[in-house]
Structure formats: C-alpha cells, structure tokens
C-alpha cells in the first residue's frame, strides 16, 4: 500500500515536472547560442558605482564562481529583510533602528555583488548564458525584498492599499523590463533605472534608521505627510519609466512583421502579467476579513513568488527566442484563494493563505532548479563551481 502511494506521487511529481518546468532540446540549443545584449543608461553607474565594483572586483578570489556571488548576495538580502519582517509584520509596527539599518547595507551589499559577478565571469573566463539566466532569477526575488524594504520603512500599511499598490507597480514595472526585452533583444536601463531604484530603498531605509519610522509622518505642506509625498512621486516615476516600457513594446519588435525575438505577437506576454496582477487584487479587494492586513508581508510574498516565476518564464522565451507559456501551475494558489472567496470562504482564509504561499514556492522552486540542472547538464558546467565538470560525473 505504502509502495503503491509513493510509486504514484513519484509518477505525478515526474508529470508536473515535465509539464511545468522541462526545456525542449532546442530551447537549451538556443539558450546555449544566447549572446547578452544591454544598454546601460544609468547615471549613478556612470556617476560612482562602477568604480566602486571595479574596487569590490579586485578583492574578490579567482577561485569563486559569479553564481555563487549572486547568490551569497540574495541570501544576505533576504536574511536581512526577514528580520526586518520580524519587527514590522503588518507594515505598521516600528522597528529598531539598527534592523533599519542592517536591512539597507543587505540591500546594498546584494547590489554589489549582483553587479560584479559578470565581471567575475569575464575575469574567470567562465561567461555563459547560465550567468544571465541566474542573475535575472534572483533579481526576480529582489524586487519582492525591495517592496517590502520599503513597506517596513515608511509603514505603508497603515495606508488602505498601500502595500498592495506599491507591490503591484515593483512586478509590473520588473515583467515590463523583460517584456521590451523580448521585444527588442536588448536589454535598456534608463537614467533612473535598478541602481537609482535600490539607491533610493537603501536611503529611506538609512533615513528611517537616523529619525525613526514617525518621521514620515511629518507635514510638509497643504496639509500632507512627507511618506505621502514620497509614495507619490515614486508612483509617478514607475509610471513613466511603464510607460516607456509600453512603448517600446507597441512600437514593434525585431522579428518578422513587428513580431518578438520569437516571431510571436509582442501582445502575449500580457497574459501572464494579468494572471499574476489581477487576482491578488481581486482577492485583496473581495475578503470580508482583515487576513490580508494584517498578514501583508505573507501575501506579499505570495504575490511575489507568483511574480517572480511569470518573469523567469518571460527571461527564458527571450533567452531561448521561444513562444512565452501562457499557462504556469504556480496559479493554480492565487485561484485557490479566488475559488474559497467565491465558495464563501470553505477554508480558513489565513491557512489557505499559508498553503498557497508555500505551494507557490515550491513551484517556484522546483522550476528554477529544474531549468538550471537542465542546462548545467547540456553545457557540462557545475553552477556554484568554475570549470568543466570531470568524466566521472557526467
């Protein structure tokens, strides 16, 4: 009996996998032949940062493969935004100063070695479309940090919608990069583009740790509050930088007829981003409970990871120049919510919630692994270790 239930869970764990996560062979031939194309418009790049990570560079080992850069750099960040979350839960507790302060140098300390490990791959020789295939993975989970970086500092949920408005422009603006980008071929930062944006997170953050979580409350003028001001004019930039984003796409893509890198309809990949938006409003918005309040950072981590796999699916059609996925398992948690709403709440929405954001993790998880064994596999590379992998081991 007990052969018989794992033999059937190891069948349907084989079925999702290769439903949800496995590349085609020539997808892999495609990431393979990949070529990274940006153009870096940053000011603060060109102002001070890249000589910083041409300092920071010099220190780093030979020995230490970019990945494994990357990744000690989000796992600093996301140890540092969990104790941050530890203080500040709801987004309306004020925490320590110092757990203000260690969230901003985590944020920082991710962004510099997010930004030296392709130079560590240049300098290693170990440069593959692997690098940028976990570099934009990780940022994908980044951004979620950053929103709730922000959140924590300025309590925004003390705000109605507050969170959700500032979570759901962080994935918007995030898929909308890479959208151009599988437009175009070509990567673009603007003037005010990920350095400004996690300059200006690490600032507030730095200036909540100086004069504590009240001094947005502070009037400044007509009667409203400095954290006002400060939401408004960041939502009025993500705006912008959105709609150049739009632009971009609309005005036509490389392939054929106006076509994506693909030669598919640059419009597709808007479904996914309505798959990933439009039912956590709808669910934040319908419930007659205050769970999603007083839960924020859980639901927005469930939105993020929700976020972060839709992205990563947009990043490996552009890298691969294949047709998009409109159809990803991880939404079958978010539906989940939506159907118990609908059904007049069968579960308990704060159990439903926690199952949803762990299912939708895994699903998270289990994807990017997958991908990456994949093509660790058909590269005969290791991906936290430099050079080729022995004999033995293939």
């Excluded at 764990?13 to 892999?28: F, P, R, T, W």
């Excluded at 400044?220 to 408004?232: D, E, P, Q, R, W």
């Excluded at 709808?282 to 981590?301: A, E, Q, R």
């Amino acid at each position: 009996m007990t052969s018989t239930i794992s033999c059937k869970a190891c069948n349907f764990g084989q079925k999702y996998i290769e439903a949800d996560c496995l590349l085609s062979d020539q997808e892999l031939k495609r990431l393979r032949e990949h070529k990274y194309s940006a153009v870096d418009n940053s000011w603060l790049d060109e102002l001070c940062m890249k000589r910083w990570w041409e300092f920071v560079i010099t220190l780093c080992p030979m020995w230490i493969a970019p990945n494994l850069i990357t990744w000690i750099g989000l796992v600093i960040n996301l140890i540092t935004v969990l104790i941050l979350s530890s203080f500040s839960y709801s987004a309306t507790e004020p925490a320590p100063s110092w757990a203000y302060l260690q969230a901003a140098l985590g944020l920082f300390f991710y962004q510099t070695l997010d930004a030296i490990d392709g130079k560590q791959a240049r300098r290693t020789g170990s440069s593959s479309p692997l690098g940028e295939l976990f570099d934009h993975g990780c940022d994908s989970m980044t951004q979620v940090f950053v929103t709730l970086n922000i959140c924590y500092a300025m309590s925004l949920g003390t705000v109605p919608y507050g969170v959700l408005i500032v979570s759901v422009i962080s994935v918007v603006m995030f898929y909308c990069a890479h959208w151009s980008t599988y437009c175009t071929g070509q990567l673009r930062f603007s003037k005010f583009d990920v350095t400004e944006a996690q300059m200006s997170v690490i600032s507030v953050l730095l200036f909540t740790a100086l004069f504590g979580n009240g001094v947005w409350e502070t009037h400044i003028a007509f009667g409203y509050t400095l954290k006002y001001f400060v939401i408004s004019s960041s939502f009025l930039v993500s705006l912008y930088q959105i709609w150049g984003y739009v632009h971009v796409i609309f005005s036509g893509g490389v392939g054929k007829n106006g076509s994506t890198i693909a030669g598919t309809s640059v419009i597709f990949p808007l479904f996914p981003l309505l798959m990933v938006v439009v039912p956590f409003i709808m669910i934040y918005n319908k419930t007659d409970s205050t769970v999603f309040v007083d839960h924020i950072t859980l639901f927005s981590l469930c939105f993020g990871a929700v976020g972060a796999k839709a992205t990563n699916r947009l990043v490996i059609a552009h890298m691969s120049k294949s047709e998009l996925r409109l159809w990803d398992w991880i939404y079958v948690g978010p539906l989940a919510l939506m159907l118990n709403q609908y059904y007049n709440y069968v579960f308990d929405e704060y159990i439903l919630l926690w199952i949803a954001t762990i299912y939708c993790y895994a699903s998270l998880f289990i994807y990017c692994t997958v991908v990456c064994r994949q093509f660790c596999d058909f590269l005969n590379i290791y991906i936290f270790v430099l050079g080729p992998r022995n004999s033995k081991s293939q």
